[in-house]
Every structure is written in structure tokens, then in C-alpha cells.
């Protein structure tokens, strides 16, 4: 189908839904996910959130005290913000999310793998979203694809590499400034997040199944080191 005709089509849905329909049933789905985990640090169950956001955060700046509240408030925020912008089948979170509004946005709205890509998934296991980690397993296995191509050519190595920056097309070669550009133990530092997900899940089958993206990173290691 033709993109414009896609647009038009998805354009007359939204027209034709209410703004209430779809902010229910956003949250009958982010929901499903939200509620597995209970975490408060605030004055009791029966507690009622009367102070907007803001305030707290200025109160908090001037005071200096901490806001258990507003603790407990960006814990939930942040797994908020992870199930909103992944799920087991598409492509991972990045750098400004799916809310990216600008056309060229700072470090090209791309997956830096120097360490801000990692951070997005850092809590997932701890907070019973074990299966977001798969869509991170996918990306990973998508650069591995591509990363012995890279390490073949800029190293004469076996095995898969891959660099600060990457995106969706699989981009896994220095790039950008070289003071921070690179870096290429990467790809076996994402490989950390497959393990993490078997220690958590016990999934044998997930695990042998992604054993060949982890013996490359570390084939490649080893053939750089010596």
C-alpha cells in the first residue's frame, strides 16, 4: 500500500476514535504490564497525591529534603516510559524514545552503545519486564549480522564487533569523533544483557539459542587482545 494512502487510512482511524477511548485503552494495556509490581515509599496505601509534580520537584530543590513520594513517583514514571516505548517485537528504546520531535535531534536520535543504550534496559528484570529484554536480544542479533562484516574488514578478526553508534540499518563501524567513536568491546557489553536475561528467566532454550551472538563478541576479543 502506498504511504499516503497508509497515512490517510491511519489519519481517519485517529479522527474517528475519541480522546477518552484511546486513553483507556492506553491504559488497559500499559497496565498489564504496570501493575506487576507494588512499590511505595509514600505515607501508606490509603495515600493521596494532592501536590503537582512541579512543586514537588522545586519544594525538593529549595528544602533539600528528599520527596519519598516523588522517589516512588519516578520509579514508576520509568517503567512507564519503558513499556510505552517497547515491546518484545519491535525495536528497542532509543536515545529520545519514540516521543522524538525533531527532525535532527541530538546524537541523531540513533542507539549509543557506549553505555546510554544499556542504561535504557538496566532495570528490566528487576521490575518484572523480562520481556522487553527481547527486543534488545533482536538488535543485538541484527548487529552481530552485520559486525563480522566489520570485523573482518577493520580487523581481520573473527567473530562480530560493534562500535559507539549504531541504528536500525545495522551500522556497526567507527564512526563520528574518534576520542569517543572507537570503543569496540560494545557488542560484547550488550552481550551482558542476553546473559541477564537467562539468569533471571532460566531459559535454557533463549539462551542456547542466542549462545552463537556471545561466542562471537568473544571471538572477536580474543583475536584483537593477541
Same mark, same amino acid.
Given at each position: 500500500m502506498d504511504k499516503s494512502v497508509k497515512f490517510r487510512h491511519f489519519n481517519h482511524l485517529m479522527n474517528s476514535i475519541s480522546y477518552q477511548t484511546l486513553k483507556d485503552a492506553h491504559i488497559e494495556d500499559f497496565s498489564k504490564l504496570h501493575s506487576r509490581v507494588q512499590f511505595q515509599l509514600s505515607q501508606g496505601k490509603d495515600f493521596v497525591d494532592t501536590i503537582p509534580t512541579d512543586k514537588r520537584i522545586k519544594k525538593m530543590k529549595v528544602t533539600g529534603k528528599i520527596d519519598l513520594y516523588l522517589m516512588q513517583l519516578y520509579f514508576h514514571f520509568n517503567r512507564? @516510559? @519503558?513499556? &510505552? &516505548?517497547?515491546?518484545?517485537? &519491535? @525495536?528497542?528504546?532509543?536515545l529520545q524514545g519514540i516521543w522524538c520531535n525533531k527532525l535532527q535531534p541530538a546524537w541523531n536520535c540513533d542507539y549509543h552503545t557506549n553505555i546510554n543504550l544499556q542504561m535504557n534496559f538496566w532495570p528490566v528484570e528487576a521490575v518484572n519486564l523480562g520481556e522487553l529484554h527481547l527486543s534488545l536480544t533482536n538488535f543485538i542479533e541484527m548487529l552481530s549480522n552485520a559486525g563480522r562484516k566489520t570485523a573482518k574488514v577493520q580487523y581481520h578478526a573473527h567473530g562480530w564487533v560493534s562500535h559507539t553508534i549504531t541504528n536500525v540499518w545495522g551500522f556497526t563501524s567507527p564512526g563520528e569523533e574518534p576520542q569517543w567513536g572507537l570503543p569496540l568491546a560494545t557488542g560484547a557489553w550488550l552481550c551482558r544483557h542476553i546473559w541477564e536475561h537467562y539468569l533471571y528467566s532460566t531459559n535454557v532454550t533463549y539462551l542456547r539459542n542466542n549462545y552463537g551472538i556471545i561466542k562471537g563478541a568473544a571471538e572477536f576479543l580474543l583475536d584483537w587482545l593477541v
Open positions: 512507564y @516510559l @519503558l513499556i &510505552s &516505548s517497547m515491546r518484545d517485537t &519491535s @525495536l528497542p528504546a532509543n
